[in-house]
């Protein structure tokens, strides 16, 4: 069991040095620390400086870095899958070199760098293993995709095998394109679960936090509350934002615009992140770089406290009694009634905000029951549901 930390945030806000300090703070506080980048373009070894390596790292006492290379830990999975697309394409005469560009798709480094976050876990030899993720768009993006990956294993990989193992040549013959075969499907499986387990460890309440971080400017506020919002939507639970770069009393003359903008930000931010806590840091002196400075940041954010205390528990949604029915609440925060777009399959139930879906798969409590409406109340989406017994 290992506490995980996801830092992301705009690009440049300072993602990569809070990460680093937290985790130079976990591991000089006695916890085994794992700092690993899934932003390709690492900069870990930057703030560090120090060389850090494609394999973990050992930094100090206790903390090692990890800087993935691109497909280190996906090819293992995605080979197969490549070798079978490659095939389509060279058999319809593309060259192979060719071919093997096209089956790299957009997207998989990062995915592959992700997948680390399970290997690190499952290994069991970190307390802390700290994620300096790419900024919020790429890693939402990859965020959902153990969603649909789930939709993959459990509709369309079964259908998929039945089809190639009963009828592969007339189908070949039929449509003209190889079919892939099992163990395409396997394979593609396998990367499914994995990914799915990453959902699985990262949506964990008891083991993660996704910490967002912003500095007090209107297009990072904004950011910051989107995918806020979209973390909510997809269970990834979130306990700190981190203000970084406040700009202290003493900057001078010069800086005083600045300083009113971020003071009259402060407390708007602070309400609109409510519950979930927001820690300022300010802005220092000199750049994020090496050790010392790496520790002054750690200080300034965590203080005599633990780093990696779970600074806001919330639950992703809960369902309660209300009347004969249930009440399924989701917190949806900058969210209004008319974004979200609801439908219902079955056990499941399909949300959309924004051009994000997720599906929920009902509890079981639920699967007998009716949608009967739903409502925002204070940034929470309320969906009520009649009782089983009268709905079937
Ligand atoms: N509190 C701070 N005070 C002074 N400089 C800072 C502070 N936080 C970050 N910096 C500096 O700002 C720059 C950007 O920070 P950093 O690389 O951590 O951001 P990032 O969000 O990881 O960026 P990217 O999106 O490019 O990965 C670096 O030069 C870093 O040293
Ligand atoms: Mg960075």
């Known amino acids: 069991m290992a506490r995980?930390?996801?830092y992301t945030g705009k690009g440049g806000v300072g993602k990569t040095s809070v990460a680093a300090a937290t985790?130079?703070?976990c591991a000089e506080r006695g916890y085994r620390t794992i700092v690993v980048s899934t932003d390709m373009a690492h900069s870990l070894g930057d703030a560090f400086d120090a060389e850090i390596g494609s394999e973990p790292t050992k930094l100090a006492d206790n903390l090692w870095g990890h800087e993935p290379e691109v497909f280190s830990n996906i090819e293992?999975?995605?080979g197969t899958i490549q070798a079978y697309v490659a095939d389509l394409f060279s058999w319809r005469a593309l060259d192979e070199v060719m071919a093997e560009e096209m089956t790299i798709l957009p997207g998989m480094d990062e995915l592959g760098s992700?997948?680390?976050?399970?290997?690190?876990?499952?290994q069991g030899i970190y307390d802390v293993i700290i994620v300096d993720a790419a900024p919020t768009g790429e890693t939402l993006r990859l965020l959902a995709l153990p969603e649909a990956a789930r939709w993959w294993v459990e509709r369309i990989g079964p259908l998929g095998k039945r089809m190639s193992r009963l009828g592969r040549p007339m189908l070949e013959r039929l449509i003209g394109v190889p079919v892939p075969d099992e163990r395409v499907f396997d394979a593609t499986e396998r990367l499914l679960a994995r990914l799915r387990h990453v959902h699985d460890l990262l949506a964990d309440p008891k083991l993660s936090s996704v910490r967002l971080v912003l500095n007090l400017e209107r297009v990072a506020i904004n950011e910051a509350q989107r995918s806020f919002t979209y973390f909510h939507l997809y269970g990834y639970p979130t306990d700190l934002v981190?203000?970084?770069?406040v700009l202290p009393r003493d900057t001078g003359d010069y800086f005083q615009g600045w300083r009113d903008a971020q003071q009259a930000y402060l407390p708007v931010?602070?309400?609109a992140f409510a519950p979930v806590p927001l820690r300022p840091v300010p802005h220092l002196e000199s750049e994020v770089v090496g050790r010392e400075r790496l520790r002054e940041l750690g200080r300034l954010?965590?203080?005599q406290g633990d780093p990696i205390e779970f600074f806001y528990r919330g639950r992703p949604y809960q369902v309660n009694r209300d009347g004969d029915g249930f009440l399924l609440s989701l917190e949806l925060p900058f969210t209004t009634r008319d974004e979200v777009e609801l439908s219902r399959h079955g056990d499941e139930l399909v949300l959309q905000v924004g051009g994000w879906r997720r599906t929920l798969l009902l509890p079981r409590a639920l699967v007998g029951a009716t949608t009967q409406g739903a409502r925002m109340d204070n940034g929470s989406l309320q969906v009520r549901f009649a009782p089983a017994e009268r709905s079937r």
């Open 4 to 6: 995980i930390l996801l």
């Open 269 to 271: 931010v602070e309400e």
């Open 301 to 303: 954010l965590f203080g």
């Open 114 to 122: 992700l997948l680390w976050i399970a290997d690190h876990h499952d």
């Open 76 to 78: 293992k999975y995605w």
């Open 242 to 245: 981190v203000c970084n770069r």
């Open 23 to 25: 985790a130079l703070l």
